[in-house]
């Protein structure tokens, strides 16, 4: 998100300037390997240069491997485009690069997307720690190591090594400055208005939605020449689509293909002092409880949902209050924690069919046991936090079904395992599918996170206008940096 950005002039230009970002502290990530009393704690420091530095200082006779992990990353990263490429090009031409080879031969990208990020990581160093390291950022994409796909994490490593930024006065902001740019452009938006299907013709053709909303006994057909579903690809090919429809081959192809990604657990607390008072940084803290991770996923998703809050292996802390410079303005003298970590969503189906805030007592004390457990964890690292607690929230696997309509509680949409990466699921996974008129946007048809959602729009507008709005953007991006040298001139 630093100014001169691809990602920074997209999200600029979706709300015209007005969405404003906070760079996080550096240290941006802190990773803690071990139990409280014998972890040992290692800094990302924002910049690459600094990053690698702050890398070496940690693992001194591990500077080849440090070297050979960041080319590796910049060489795949760099080519992330290609991903873009195959998505937009006609399916028969990616079909004719993936089945001669041609894809891998001209492609890091694609070279090293099957495979996993473990296998690449044992083949630079021997040293647990520095393993972990190299791989402690899986959690955000959700994927343990010996599944996740090298060329995603790349990315993702990438992405970072500028260091991270925080959209001031919090996430509600991202869609509160774009809506005013829908209305100017003749659209409108609806909240608590689901959909309730997708409207097509006896041709094949979406011509629409069905919505339905407490504000209206019936439910109510919008009509439209183009729907575009980012609700992900099983809310709107199993939930949207009639049984017919999904029997086309492209939509079971995509199925087929796709799985569901992990759920998560979310704990949210309010604390009692500022800042500066509570010594809390504009950083986020990924705390593992073995330096390796691959181990740490049998033991907590084979038991039960009793025995699974005492089995939590890991957890990622933040204060969303310390990024924001505008908190304290809004919010004097108050803080905020929010937690994460994964979960079954086995554990909570037994309440899928109740109403939200309305499970009955069961539900919320299995949920406490899992925010009490993770909150144990998180004071043993942050004790002085004990005291300054001011209110708890927490919400499993059915609070993101309900709030984010994700399909079994997931934080990513379909999984971002190794399968989803392989040039024949990327090339599947675009933005067109087999009913005319119906386009896919999102995550789910590109790559998790506000980034990976951006750039699954990109794509998806591109093909529905029929022409590529990543050249559109490299020639607004030349005539900006030619406005400001002549303005400075």
């Not at 997209?10 to 502290?25: R, S, Y």
């Not at 992330?80 to 089945?99: C, E, H, T, Y």
């Not at 390291?133 to 796909?149: D, E, H, K, M």
Request: aromatic letters at 12%; charged letters at 20%; proline letters at 4%.
């Amino acid at each position: 998100m630093y100014e001169k950005s691809i990602l920074r002039l997209m999200a600029d230009q979706l709300t015209e300037g007005q969405l404003q970002w906070d760079k996080m502290d550096s240290p941006f990530d802190v990773v803690v390997l071990g139990d409280p009393s014998t972890s040992k704690q290692y800094n990302l420091y924002s910049g690459e240069d600094e990053y690698i530095k702050g890398l070496k200082r940690c693992f001194p006779g591990e500077a080849p491997a440090i070297d050979k992990f960041i080319k590796l990353v910049k060489t795949v990263s760099n080519r992330a485009g290609d991903m873009v490429i195959l998505k937009m090009i006609p399916l028969s031409w990616a079909r004719f690069l993936i089945r001669t080879g041609l894809v891998n031969w001209l492609s890091p990208f694609f070279k090293m997307s099957s495979k996993s990020l473990t296998e690449v990581i044992n083949e630079l160093t021997q040293n647990e720690e520095l393993k972990a390291i190299f791989g402690y950022i899986f959690l955000t994409y959700g994927v343990f190591p010996r599944q996740a796909s090298f060329s995603v994490h790349a990315i993702i490593i990438d992405h970072y090594l500028e260091g991270g930024w925080y959209p001031r006065g919090g996430a509600s902001e991202i869609a509160f400055h774009i809506i005013p740019v829908i209305k100017r452009a003749g659209g409108a938006v609806f909240a608590r208005a689901s959909v309730q299907s997708i409207l097509v013709n006896e041709e094949g053709k979406a011509y629409g939605v069905t919505v339905i909303s407490k504000k209206y006994p019936e439910p109510v057909n919008v009509f439209a020449p183009v729907v575009i579903s980012d609700a992900g690809l099983f809310n709107t090919y199993k939930h949207l689509l009639s049984p017919k429809l999904q029997l086309l081959p492209g939509i079971q192809s995509q199925l087929n293909r796709a799985q569901h990604g992990l759920a998560g657990f979310s704990l949210f607390v309010g604390l009692r002092g500022t800042r500066e008072e509570l010594g809390l940084k504009a950083t986020n803290y990924y705390i593992y409880l073995d330096k390796n991770l691959d181990k740490l996923e049998a033991p907590y998703f084979t038991v039960s949902r009793d025995e699974a809050p005492v089995r939590i292996p890991v957890v990622y802390v933040s204060f969303p209050s310390a990024k924001d410079s505008s908190h304290e303005e809004r919010c004097p003298g108050k803080s905020t924690l929010t937690a994460l970590t994964f979960a079954q969503y086995e554990w909570f189906e037994d309440w899928k069919e109740e109403e939200v805030k309305k499970r009955g007592a069961d539900y919320e004390s299995v949920k406490n046991t899992f925010a009490e457990a993770m909150l144990e964890t998180i004071l043993k690292f942050f004790p002085h936090l004990r005291d300054k607690i001011d209110c708890i929230s927490s919400g499993s696997p059915l609070s993101n079904q309900h709030y984010i309509a994700s399909s079994r509680g997931e934080f990513y949409g379909i999984s971002h395992d190794i399968q989803r990466w392989t040039p024949e699921s990327v090339a599947l996974f675009r933005a067109q599918t087999d009913i005319k008129n119906l386009y896919m946007s999102g995550q789910d048809a590109f790559l998790c996170g506000f980034g990976g959602a951006l750039n699954g729009a990109m794509v998806c507008a591109s093909a529905v206008l029929g022409r590529n709005l990543y050249l559109d953007l490299m020639r607004l991006k030349k005539q900006i940096k030619q406005a400001k040298s002549k303005k400075s001139n």
